[in-house]
């Protein structure tokens, strides 16, 4: 393994910005099988990203330690991409608020946060294989999934590779357009996104499930020579398998429902109460017979906001 | 008369609730049909429009009888961000201006852009107020995308800027209130200037005589229309950008919205601790300083200054 600073960045006031990154490769590079970047933390919240992709290098680095010809491709990993906002609470860039992960490809003559986008692809661009680890940007608690945005340059049949239970693939909207994962497909990099986790939390649980799944997916395209248990058979699945339930009220949320439990149409799912005077404001039911992906996950709701997210069979 | 349009339940003992002030011909017989918005207080930290459109509610109550078609002015669009200098939505963090047209059954955020473009669509007109962030001072500009700037140039000519900036058309724009508005059918104009968190009382009294010009020749004011000023446009000329070489403190050198040649002085770049000498930023060109850093602290690549290079001669 050899570890290389991709962004260097001075400061006003603070230590220096700086994006690291490890790589791993084949004795002989050129006899790499394929080639796998892997990015996490591309917002100061994700700190369950961060700790899985750091979780993968340590594996990585063990193994290759034991065994020279573990590794077999050419793969880079990327735990941490905002560091300043990790260290302050911030999910954007701490001084102007941009989103990293709105300004890929980058613009090595325009703004702070598009330069940091430019740097940093500069080293991510000619990969095979791109996964981006993401948390949601909305207060969710959901199940592992990929999802893979339609480009024309996604891989369907690798999605499975990863062993988890649900793909979506969805149509590209206006907002993919500078993120790291569409400007990926737009170099002819297959690129996924694989999102958990909850905001600013670790949860040991899904840290092992989702290194399971790029452990998995790393064997399978051949970057590493390893045996694993095989995981789902992943469903791809698309919009109209999808039922969002909203609340009708605002107030104090309570689930009833964990994600990964199957319901049948009629069940309680939760109740939103007054936050003042404690009355029941609103029960809220299951529209449809399916499978929890996500709930809302923070004790205030408001009015019409998704209160969970169900996938069936269509 | 006050209407309120889009009522959203909030968590705990209030509602998010988007307001509109219209204003109609007493006599509805003198109302010749044409509808007209104006909107500001998309982003929480600009309030540059919630004055003009003071400005301009307080003259539609002493002018009500110049009134002949319909106004509807809307001065806080993110009335959470704007009582609490956020520029996003509170607590969720998303820029209200990156989500339109807005989804009925999404987030609190989506709710609001859905509501504000059903109240908004079916004008005529409408002219979406922005003051510039916190970081940067701007000369009083209309910012069109080229998509429509066919039908929107002769429009902002009447408002009395100073810069009609036609920009490519990027698709995460396409997220914009104002794309929303004009894929509708919505003339809509957004206009730029002065500084986030602060007033600039000069610019909004020239805005608002262009938005009375503006409404007197499109006939839903009756009056005559009001001398304005020609704008420089940009389509005649070349905007050069002026990144920060360095990390550190920016001190300016010249005042902002002047005349500058090439290798002229907009200012240093200081470092905090005094190793390094102070880096100079210099004009790559001659022409008209719109925008100027405002916010010292700066890291490589904050925008120190845009500067417009007119062809035509009209802005020297």
Same mark, same amino acid.
């Given at each position: 393994m050899t570890r290389h600073t991709l962004v260097n960045l001075a400061s006003p006031c603070r230590d220096a910005f700086r994006v690291e990154g490890f790589r791993f490769s084949p004795r002989q590079r050129n006899d790499a099988d394929t080639s796998v970047a892997i990015v996490a933390g591309l917002n100061g919240h994700e700190l369950a990203q961060m700790h899985a992709a750091a979780q993968l290098v340590s594996f990585l680095q063990t193994h290759q330690a034991e065994d020279p010809n573990f590794i077999t491709g050419d793969i880079l990993i990327v735990p941490a991409v905002n560091t300043f906002g990790f260290n302050m609470g911030e999910r954007h860039w701490p001084l102007d608020k941009t989103d990293i992960n709105a300004m890929f490809p980058g613009f090595d003559q325009g703004e702070t946060s598009q330069r940091i986008a430019h740097h940093l692809f500069e080293h991510l661009k000619g990969f095979e294989w791109g996964i981006e680890l993401e948390d949601r940007r909305d207060q969710y608690d959901c199940m592992p999934y990929l999802r893979m945005i339609n480009s024309g340059f996604e891989d369907k049949k690798a999605a499975s590779y990863f062993g988890l239970q649900f793909a979506h693939h969805r149509d590209f909207v206006p907002s993919d357009a500078g993120s790291l994962q569409y400007n990926w497909s737009v170099w002819h990099t297959k690129s996924y996104g694989l999102v958990f986790g909850n905001k600013q939390q670790i949860d040991n649980n899904t840290t092992h499930q989702v290194l399971d799944a790029l452990i998995r997916f790393l064997a399978k395209v051949g970057a590493i020579r390893t045996k694993i248990f095989e995981g789902y058979a992943t469903n791809v699945i698309t919009q109209d398998a999808i039922t969002l339930i909203p609340s009708q009220r605002a107030g104090v949320f309570e689930p009833r429902q964990r994600v990964g439990n199957f319901v049948k149409k009629g069940d309680l799912l939760g109740k939103v109460f007054d936050a003042l005077d404690g009355s029941i404001r609103e029960k809220i039911y299951a529209p449809v017979d399916g499978l929890i992906t996500c709930h809302y996950h923070y004790p205030l709701i408001y009015q019409n906001t998704i209160a969970y997210r169900m996938i069936s069979i269509v | 008369m006050l209407e309120t349009l889009v009522t959203i339940e909030l968590p705990v003992g209030e509602s998010y609730q988007l307001k509109r002030h219209r204003f109609t011909p007493t006599d509805e017989s003198l109302n010749h049909g044409k509808r007209i918005s104006i909107v500001s207080g998309t982003h929480g930290d600009e309030v540059e429009g919630i004055y003009v459109i003071t400005m301009l509610a307080e003259w539609l109550k002493v002018n009500s009888d110049k009134v002949r078609g319909t106004i509807d002015l809307y001065p806080s669009l993110n009335s959470l961000g704007i009582d609490s200098i956020t520029r996003t939505v509170p607590f969720y963090q998303v820029d209200l201006n990156r989500i339109f047209p807005g989804n009925a059954r999404d987030t609190f955020p989506n709710q609001m852009a859905f509501g504000i473009v059903e109240a908004i669509k079916g004008s005529d007109i409408a002219i979406d107020i922005h003051a510039s962030n916190i970081f940067l001072r701007e000369l009083p500009q209309v910012r069109i995308a080229a998509t429509y700037a066919e039908s929107l140039v002769p429009l902002a000519k009447k408002l009395n800027m100073d810069f009609i900036w036609v920009h490519d058309a990027i698709t995460v724009l396409e997220a914009t209130l104002?794309?929303?508005? @004009?894929?509708? %059918?919505?003339?809509?104009?957004?206009?730029?200037? %002065?500084?986030?968190?602060?007033?600039? /009382?000069?610019? %909004?009294?020239?805005?608002?005589?262009?938005?009375? @010009?503006?409404?007197?020749?499109?006939?839903?004011?009756?009056?005559?229309?009001?001398?304005?000023?020609? /704008?420089? $446009?940009?389509?005649? %000329?070349?905007? $050069?950008?002026? @990144?920060? /070489?360095?990390?550190?403190?920016?001190? /300016?050198?010249?005042?902002?919205?002047?005349?500058?040649?090439a290798e002229q002085l907009i200012g240093h770049i200081h470092d905090p601790y005094g190793v390094h000498d102070p880096v100079p930023c210099l004009t790559p060109g001659r022409g008209v300083l719109f925008t100027l850093r405002e916010y010292p602290i700066v890291y490589e690549g904050s925008l120190i200054a845009r500067i417009f290079d007119d062809q035509t001669g009209v802005c020297q």
């Open positions: - | 104002a794309h929303s508005l @004009n894929s509708l %059918g919505t003339r809509t104009l957004v206009v730029e200037y %002065g500084v986030g968190m602060r007033l600039t /009382p000069s610019y %909004g009294q020239q805005l608002l005589t262009g938005i009375l @010009n503006l409404m007197a020749s499109e006939g839903i004011l009756a009056m005559d229309t009001l001398p304005v000023r020609e /704008p420089c $446009y940009s389509d005649h %000329g070349k905007v $050069y950008y002026i @990144n920060a /070489p360095a990390a550190g403190i920016f001190v /300016p050198a010249m005042d902002h919205c002047q005349l500058v040649h």
